[in-house]
């Protein structure tokens, strides 16, 4: 018989011991990652010597080894425990970013960023690998939400950030970019020993549980809550699960959100310098269309679990994404000023106010460790090739009106409209599927959802 408990005072207890130091490690992770954005407002560029399209490229490098060893990376987290696996990868990513804060050359700024690739190619999939395993669907969204809204945080506590660190210029002899490395480094260097002790493990793992808690769990959660993560990864699993159309199709919904979203986050500082702002003000108006999307992705997320959906709600963030897009390739000038802004608005809330949402859609309609650890590594790692082509999508060439880099964003976002309702015809046909089996005596897992 099913123990009695209640649900919601479970709930509280995983939610206090999953979700505030993953959401910490990735707004330390993620400020880590894109802070050189910051930097290149902030003298990089000048004081290292970078020409031509060698900031672009110090961005890009990072996605090469984060993109490649993400699948390998979750593949390690099933065989060590979470909370030795991200535990080290956040410390290292801390201590090469320290590093980063004395590069002296532009070859030593490429090797430092492509190390901070390799250290957080693990962070964000197996966190949402970790996370997916202690939800049910119809509880997911709010934390998947919660969790990615840690990169819409760090885009604007970076900002600020970067604002106050700017006051530093010339202390000890150091620039202000350099106080930005080394300053979030130590910061991330004491979030990694921290992590060690306070990231939990897999349900099944988990030594805070209770005997009838981890019970209760397996009966209610499922999705493979009672399966070991030691469970080996072949060759083979990989292979088919990566042809399926629907997994490809998972991959593709992302990449083309994520060409928006990085581009977004990457040259905004760029972008609102453009419109007029000083160094120090570039940074402080880089804030307020992220608030906007923070506060967009909280409300999408509840009423995505309440009403049990998730493609209505990417499609609205979507139609914002398009609409914010469409405002800054068509006005540009002083006399336009607000509308742009209210361009950029609408940008945050099209990218990072679905992002949370997609993930969850996509990950929780897994099923068992094996799927979800390919998976979740299979569609970040792919969706981060965005990365790269975000990139080189906005050149200095192309300032102040950057069309180029515009056209590419609408071009994607508007495949990633097709995309996702290709993704959810495949998911509605395999929910009939599955109701036909049932009808027929076959089991069947957690409703997909669509």
């Known amino acids: 018989m099913e123990p009695q408990f209640d649900r919601a005072k479970l709930l509280r207890k995983i939610d206090l011991h999953v979700l505030p130091i993953l959401f910490i490690i990735y707004v330390a992770a993620f400020i880590d990652r894109v802070n050189i954005s910051n930097a290149l407002t902030l003298g990089l560029t000048q004081e290292l010597g970078l020409v031509g399209q060698q900031p672009n490229t110090a961005l890009t490098i990072f996605f090469v080894p984060y993109i490649i060893f993400e699948i390998p990376s979750n593949i390690l987290m099933k065989r060590l425990n979470p909370h030795i696996w991200l535990s080290c990868c956040i410390l290292a990513f801390g201590v090469i970013m320290i590093g980063q804060g004395f590069v002296q050359s532009y070859g030593s700024l490429l090797a430092t960023r492509f190390l901070l690739g390799l250290a957080e190619a693990g962070i964000f999939p ?44 010339g202390k000890r002899g150091l620039s202000s970019w350099r106080w930005v490395f080394i300053l979030e480094g130590i910061v991330t260097v004491l979030i990694g020993i921290t992590a ?29 809550t009672d399966e070991s993560h030691r469970v080996p990864i072949t060759t083979r699993d990989v292979t088919s699960f990566l042809v399926k159309p629907k997994n490809v199709l998972g991959g593709l919904m992302y990449i083309t959100l994520l060409v928006p ?16 702002y000083g160094t120090i003000q570039t940074q402080l108006h880089a804030v307020p269309p992220f608030a906007a999307a923070f506060g967009f992705a909280l409300v999408t997320a509840y009423l995505s679990d309440r009403f049990r959906l998730r493609l209505p709600f ?121 109701e036909r089996n049932a009808l027929d005596g076959e089991p069947r897992g957690e409703r997909l959802y669509l």
């Open 196 to 224: 060690f002790f306070c990231i939990t493990d897999f349900p099944r793992e988990a030594k805070w549980l209770s005997e009838k808690e981890r019970e209760f769990l397996t009966n209610t959660v499922g999705n493979g």
């Open 314 to 434: 990417i499609l609205l963030g979507l139609a914002l994404l398009i609409t914010g897009l469409a405002i800054l390739i068509s006005l540009h000038g002083t006399s336009h000023f607000s509308a742009e802004y209210a361009g950029l608005c609408l940008v945050a809330m099209g990218t990072f106010g679905i992002g949370g949402i997609m993930v969850c859609w996509y990950v929780m309609n897994l099923r068992g460790h094996v799927e979800r650890s390919i998976g979740s590594a299979w569609f970040i790692c792919f969706g981060n090739i965005g990365g790269i082509i975000a990139t080189f999508s906005f050149l200095k060439k192309d300032a102040p009106y950057y069309h180029t880099g515009y056209v590419i964003c609408i071009s994607l976002a508007s495949l990633c409209v097709v995309v996702c309702g290709a993704y959810g015809f495949l998911i509605w046909r395999e929910r009939k599927a599955e």
């Open 126 to 169: 197996g966190s949402f690998y970790l996370i997916s395993f202690w939800y049910k669907k119809s509880e997911a969204q709010k934390r998947f939400t919660l969790y990615w809204s840690s990169t819409i945080i760090a885009g604007a506590f970076g900002s600020l950030l970067a604002s106050a660190i700017a006051n530093l210029d």
């Open 261 to 276: 979203t990085y581009s977004f986050v990457f040259f905004i500082p760029t972008i609102v310098q453009g419109l007029g």
